[in-house]
């Protein structure tokens, strides 16, 4: 029952108003409705009423206050429809009871409990859990909310307007669609503080924890005051009620939602102290409470008209969270770490069987598009339309589209007419991006001839599954050039690729005048600067044209890139035995480390190596078939080569880089971690981790326990991880860390062992979503181990991917993405993953979620 976009219509009926009324019980929650319904007068059917609803006891239905009997309306499990002919009028109000079952919801989609709260998640449809509703984003209304409980805190959407004794009555006046709704209820302490929008209004700030976690908020409100603060200098946007509810809850399937005027979060991206969050949690929490609180004007204010729009609203609110930690930290290393992200997920998913458009065309579950193409190559789109379009153009669309569709719920050509009405641009090409799946390859070639400097690009968009025929995208391509001695020949330019091949000439004797450099006879192109746009740049640049933009090139990304790619070359040359001057790249990345102008943290990116998946995908691009225990081994040797080489650097940036004892996870500090964090790691292989030892027994910050915990694990230690346990088996979140690590870096030979083991701990609660990431999640990052020669990888989490469709679809089904990059591997492990995918497929019972997974992946 596949959906398809070319299908939309309009609803039929429209909604007024919303009245709802929760009896809250774990295993008896009555939920009252009282919905003013009006006929769209641009409905397009009969007008039969269409709502939606599942898993819900109809206990009592009336129509204007007249009592409905099973005649007048069809009952199925999917929703309960009232033909036009009982239909009162044009307009009237249908008032339903409805019994539910929380405490039974272990998807933990609609209303569900978390250790004795009630909270919900609404997005994408979960709604029609809570009560028959046309459960469908372009049906916005105001809603009124009573909540009835003995719980001490009872939250919902909007401004709070009456409470007793045992109830509380909110009123939310912005109309929103359903997914938007939220309720809370529990026995919760808020962490309050307040902010004062730029015309004055004073908005109540609160994040509501258990008790005993509200010393673990300080950092999320600092967050979402700097965030509120952003918004309206940059983009003009205020908040616009009298609060702002934050709400941290332990069973979450996924980041965070956000709900208006009531953001609900997994409890990893709120609560944060110096000895139980790394700096990385830091940075995640300040990201993701500004995603949250960025969604208020685009996605809630501004919402889509249906699901096929999701990067609407999901792929700008990433770029705007993306340009607010870049103005809050580093700039060059925030791009760095999104176009990591990008590549290991958006790249991964693009180049095999689940490919599809940022817009996707069909789909049968909804909750199996929340992918990072979606949201990463969604943002990517807009961050390429903002370069085209210039800053101030920029803001002057966003005005427009927030003055024009201020309320409504729109499409991708909303958004595109507002770009072309205020950039005067056609924009026919560029949407190509929001409906082509596949990453563009770009392809460069250059040449000098006389004074003729010639620069070649070509484009080719590959194949995907159902789009066998593409047509050329709109690439922006940010270049220069370098003279052999580093010097930038050229000021930065952004050349548009708008058709399959582009040839450009410089005058070179001039670009060298202009530099005041001799007229050189090579140069060395330095493209898609910034990573420009989201594409694989094949470029035949040698190994010393890279070690000059390592060294010199003025662009952060693209000399980063350059030592990366240079890494990668080296394993797989050393993988494919070609010879290779790998000790020419370990000091071009030493020399980079060692400069003391850099940015601590740009060092300690640029002493990353590439992962274990990356590089079974460029063994993979390189024509040949990745071998996961070889590349496990090579990379670590060459690492190891490294450390050695480089130990006497590596000693100095350890000691040199120690932010002293008192903890701050500002930038520079967690920069400064990052460095000597990346240091312990080449001076503490698994054949001598004693640096980690002491540095694990000395640890005052989980930054710095849990980097040496990983050295420690990675050489096979025991001991370490029993006294982190013995010291955290209290703490949640500290203790998914625990599992996640122990799965993901005990070596390969025995991570299975320790995975199966794990799942066998008393603390190993596989409902809890973030616990059964922690294990079977961890093991995306110990591919080695996954794709272990027997098959007992791919046995174990197909084994717990059923066990938890069963419970949760959901989370189950994301997880199967493991199982994604099958097309690469030998014709043994091809057969092995197809048969576990068979397996799970023929499961009695299977969710919606995860047979569409399986068959997408299954191809
Ligand atoms: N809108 C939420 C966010 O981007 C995520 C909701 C995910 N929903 C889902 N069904 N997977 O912050
Ligand atoms: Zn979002």
């Given at each position: 029952?596949?959906?398809?976009?070319?299908?939309?219509?309009?609803p039929s009926h429209l909604v007024?108003?919303v009245?709802?009324?929760?009896?809250?019980?774990?295993?008896?929650?009555?939920v009252?409705s009282k919905i003013?319904f009006?006929?769209?007068?641009?409905?397009?059917?009969?007008?039969n009423l269409r709502l939606d609803g599942e898993?819900l006891?109809l206990?009592?239905l009336?129509l204007?206050?007249?009592?409905l009997?099973?005649?007048d309306y069809l009952l199925t499990p999917e929703g309960l429809t009232i033909p036009?002919?009982r239909l009162?009028?044009?307009?009237f109000t249908l008032e339903a009871?409805v019994?539910?079952?929380?405490?039974?919801?272990?998807?933990?989609?609609?209303?569900?409990?978390?250790?004795?709260?009630?909270?919900?998640?609404?997005?994408?449809e979960?709604f029609r859990k809570i009560t028959f509703y046309p459960d469908r984003?372009?049906v916005?209304a105001?809603?009124?909310?009573?909540?009835?409980?003995?719980?001490?805190?009872?939250?919902?959407?909007?401004?709070?307007?009456?409470?007793?004794?045992?109830?509380?009555?909110?009123?939310?006046?912005?109309?929103?669609?359903a997914?938007?709704?939220?309720?809370?209820?529990?026995?919760?302490?808020?962490?309050?503080?307040?902010?004062?929008?730029?015309?004055?209004?004073?908005?109540?700030?609160?994040?509501?924890?258990?008790?005993?976690?509200?010393?673990?908020?300080?950092?999320?409100?600092?967050?979402?005051?700097?965030?509120?603060?952003?918004?309206?200098?940059?983009?003009?946007?205020?908040?616009?009620?009298?609060?702002?509810?934050?709400?941290?809850?332990?069973?979450?399937?996924?980041?965070?939602?956000?709900?208006?005027?009531?953001?609900?979060?997994?409890?990893?991206?709120?609560?944060?102290?110096?000895?139980?969050?790394?700096?990385?949690?830091?940075?995640?929490?300040?990201?993701?409470?500004?995603?949250?609180?960025?969604?208020?004007?685009?996605?809630?204010?501004?919402?889509?008209?249906?699901?096929?729009?999701?990067?609407?609203?999901?792929?700008?609110?990433?770029?705007?969270?993306?340009?607010?930690?870049?103005?809050?930290?580093?700039?060059?290393?925030?791009?760095?770490?999104?176009?990591?992200?990008?590549?290991?997920?958006?790249?991964?998913?693009?180049?095999?069987?689940?490919?599809?458009?940022?817009?996707?065309?069909?789909?049968?579950?909804?909750?199996?598009?929340?992918?990072?193409?979606?949201?990463?190559?969604?943002?990517?789109?807009?961050?390429?339309?903002?370069?085209?379009?210039?800053?101030?153009?920029?803001?002057?669309?966003?005005?427009?589209?927030?003055?024009?569709?201020?309320?409504?719920?729109?499409?991708?050509?909303?958004?595109?007419?507002?770009?072309?009405?205020?950039?005067?641009?056609?924009?026919?090409?560029?949407?190509?991006?929001?409906?082509?799946?596949?990453?563009?390859?770009?392809?460069?070639?250059?040449?000098?001839?006389?004074?003729?400097?010639?620069?070649?690009?070509?484009?080719?968009?590959?194949?995907?599954?159902?789009?066998?025929?593409?047509?050329?995208?709109?690439?922006?391509?940010?270049?220069?050039?370098?003279?052999?001695?580093?010097?930038?020949?050229?000021?930065?330019?952004?050349?548009?690729?708008?058709?399959?091949?582009?040839?450009?000439?410089?005058?070179?004797?001039?670009?060298?005048?202009?530099?005041?450099?001799?007229?050189?006879?090579?140069?060395?192109?330095?493209?898609?600067?910034?990573?420009?746009?989201?594409?694989?740049?094949?470029?035949?640049?040698?190994?010393?044209?890279?070690?000059?933009?390592?060294?010199?090139?003025?662009?952060?990304?693209?000399?980063?890139?350059?030592?990366?790619?240079?890494?990668?070359?080296?394993?797989?040359?050393?993988?494919?035995?070609?010879?290779?001057?790998?000790?020419?790249?370990?000091?071009?990345?030493?020399?980079?480390?060692?400069?003391?102008?850099?940015?601590?943290?740009?060092?300690?990116?640029?002493?990353?190596?590439?992962?274990?998946?990356?590089?079974?995908?460029?063994?993979?691009?390189?024509?040949?078939?990745?071998?996961?225990?070889?590349?496990?081994?090579?990379?670590?040797?060459?690492?190891?080569?490294?450390?050695?080489?480089?130990?006497?650097?590596?000693?100095?940036?350890?000691?040199?880089?120690?932010?002293?004892?008192?903890?701050?996870?500002?930038?520079?500090?967690?920069?400064?971690?990052?460095?000597?964090?990346?240091?312990?790691?080449?001076?503490?292989?698994?054949?001598?981790?004693?640096?980690?030892?002491?540095?694990?027994?000395?640890?005052?910050?989980?930054?710095?326990?849990?980097?040496?915990?990983?050295?420690?694990?990675?050489?096979?230690?025991?001991?370490?991880?029993?006294?982190?346990?013995?010291?955290?088996?209290?703490?949640?979140?500290?203790?998914?860390?625990?599992?996640?690590?122990?799965?993901?870096?005990?070596?390969?030979?025995?991570?299975?062992?320790?995975?199966?083991?794990?799942?066998?701990?008393?603390?190993?609660?596989?409902?809890?979503?973030?616990?059964?990431?922690?294990?079977?999640?961890?093991?995306?990052?110990?591919?080695?181990?996954?794709?272990?020669?027997?098959?007992?990888?791919?046995?174990?989490?197909?084994?717990?991917?059923?066990?938890?469709?069963?419970?949760?679809?959901?989370?189950?089904?994301?997880?199967?993405?493991?199982?994604?990059?099958?097309?690469?591997?030998?014709?043994?492990?091809?057969?092995?993953?197809?048969?576990?995918?068979?397996?799970?497929?023929?499961?009695?019972?299977?969710?919606?979620?995860?047979?569409?997974?399986?068959?997408?992946?299954?191809?």
């Amino acid at each position: 029952q596949p959906i398809h976009l070319a299908d939309y219509r309009p609803p039929s009926h429209l909604v007024d108003s919303v009245h709802l009324t929760f009896r809250l019980s774990p295993k008896d929650t009555r939920v009252k409705s009282k919905i003013a319904f009006r006929a769209n007068p641009e409905g397009l059917d009969e007008g039969n009423l269409r709502l939606d609803g599942e898993n819900l006891r109809l206990i009592t239905l009336s129509l204007n206050g007249k009592p409905l009997t099973a005649f007048d309306y069809l009952l199925t499990p999917e929703g309960l429809t009232i033909p036009a002919e009982r239909l009162p009028g044009d307009a009237f109000t249908l008032e339903a009871e409805v019994a539910i079952d929380p405490e039974a919801n272990t998807a933990l989609e609609g209303l569900y409990t978390s250790n004795g709260m009630f909270c919900t998640q609404c997005e994408a449809e979960g709604f029609r859990k809570i009560t028959f509703y046309p459960d469908r984003p372009d049906v916005m209304a105001p809603f009124t909310v009573r909540i009835e409980s003995d719980l001490p805190v009872l939250l919902s959407n909007g401004n709070p307007i009456a409470q007793g004794d045992g109830w509380a009555e909110w009123h939310d006046p912005w109309p929103k669609p359903a997914y938007l709704f939220a309720l809370v209820a529990g026995d919760l302490v808020a962490h309050s503080d307040s902010f004062t929008t730029a015309s004055g209004a004073k908005v109540d700030l609160n994040i509501w924890v258990r008790p005993g976690d509200e010393t673990r908020c300080a950092y999320a409100m600092d967050a979402l005051k700097r965030s509120m603060a952003w918004d309206e200098q940059v983009y003009g946007r205020e908040y616009d009620l009298d609060v702002f509810n934050i709400v941290a809850v332990d069973d979450f399937n996924m980041g965070a939602m956000e709900n208006k005027g009531l953001n609900i979060f997994n409890s990893k991206f709120v609560l944060a102290s110096a000895e139980t969050a790394t700096d990385r949690d830091y940075d995640f929490i300040e990201g993701i409470v500004a995603h949250e609180y960025f969604h208020n004007w685009t996605g809630n204010r501004i919402t889509c008209r249906d699901w096929f729009q999701l990067c609407l609203k999901e792929g700008l609110t990433v770029f705007r969270d993306q340009q607010f930690s870049a103005d809050m930290r580093s700039a060059p290393v925030k791009r760095i770490e999104d176009v990591l992200q990008l590549r290991a997920r958006q790249f991964r998913e693009d180049a095999g069987p689940l490919a599809h458009p940022v817009r996707p065309e069909t789909y049968i579950e909804i909750n199996n598009f929340y992918t990072a193409t979606v949201y990463e190559k969604g943002a990517e789109v807009i961050r390429m339309l903002r370069e085209l379009a210039g800053p101030d153009a920029w803001r002057a669309a966003l005005d427009e589209y927030f003055a024009r569709h201020d309320g409504q719920a729109c499409t991708i050509e909303d958004w595109l007419q507002v770009f072309e009405d205020v950039a005067q641009r056609d924009l026919s090409q560029f949407k190509r991006w929001y409906s082509q799946a596949g990453t563009p390859r770009v392809t460069a070639e250059w040449s000098i001839a006389g004074d003729d400097l010639t620069l070649t690009l070509q484009q080719e968009v590959p194949e995907t599954p159902g789009q066998p025929l593409k047509e050329p995208a709109l690439i922006p391509v940010r270049l220069g050039f370098l003279s052999p001695e580093g010097v930038d020949l050229l000021p930065d330019t952004v050349l548009e690729l708008d058709s399959p091949d582009l040839t450009r000439t410089w005058d070179l004797a001039a670009l060298a005048r202009e530099a005041g450099v001799p007229r050189p006879d090579r140069v060395i192109p330095s493209l898609l600067r910034g990573f420009s746009a989201p594409v694989i740049l094949d470029a035949p640049l040698s190994a010393e044209d890279r070690a000059v933009l390592l060294a010199h090139d003025s662009d952060p990304f693209n000399r980063w890139e350059a030592g990366r790619s240079l890494l990668r070359e080296a394993i797989v040359a050393d993988l494919s035995g070609t010879p290779f001057d790998t000790g020419m790249v370990i000091d071009a990345i030493g020399k980079l480390a060692g400069d003391e102008t850099l940015d601590p943290a740009f060092r300690a990116l640029a002493l990353g190596f590439p992962s274990e998946d990356d590089i079974a995908q460029a063994v993979h691009d390189a024509g040949l078939v990745p071998d996961p225990t070889a590349i496990h081994a090579t990379r670590q040797a060459i690492s190891e080569r490294m450390g050695t080489a480089l130990a006497p650097l590596f000693r100095q940036l350890y000691e040199a880089h120690d932010p002293g004892p008192d903890y701050s996870p500002d930038a520079a500090s967690a920069g400064k971690r990052a460095l000597r964090n990346t240091a312990l790691r080449f001076l503490s292989p698994p054949s001598d981790p004693s640096l980690a030892r002491a540095q694990f027994d000395a640890a005052t910050n989980m930054t710095d326990q849990v980097a040496a915990l990983t050295c420690l694990i990675a050489a096979g230690d025991r001991a370490a991880p029993a006294a982190f346990e013995a010291q955290w088996k209290g703490d949640r979140l500290v203790m998914d860390k625990w599992f996640m690590l122990q799965v993901s870096t005990t070596p390969p030979a025995d991570a299975l062992a320790v995975a199966r083991a794990l799942t066998e701990h008393p603390l190993f609660d596989w409902k809890n979503p973030n616990r059964f990431r922690s294990v079977i999640g961890g093991l995306s990052m110990n591919p080695a181990a996954f794709h272990d020669p027997s098959g007992a990888g791919y046995r174990f989490v197909a084994d717990w991917l059923i066990r938890m469709d069963g419970a949760n679809p959901q989370t189950a089904a994301r997880l199967s993405t493991l199982f994604e990059t099958w097309p690469r591997y030998d014709t043994d492990r091809q057969e092995m993953i197809r048969a576990e995918l068979d397996r799970i497929a023929a499961t009695e019972g299977l969710s919606r979620d995860m047979t569409e997974m399986v068959a997408r992946i299954r191809g």
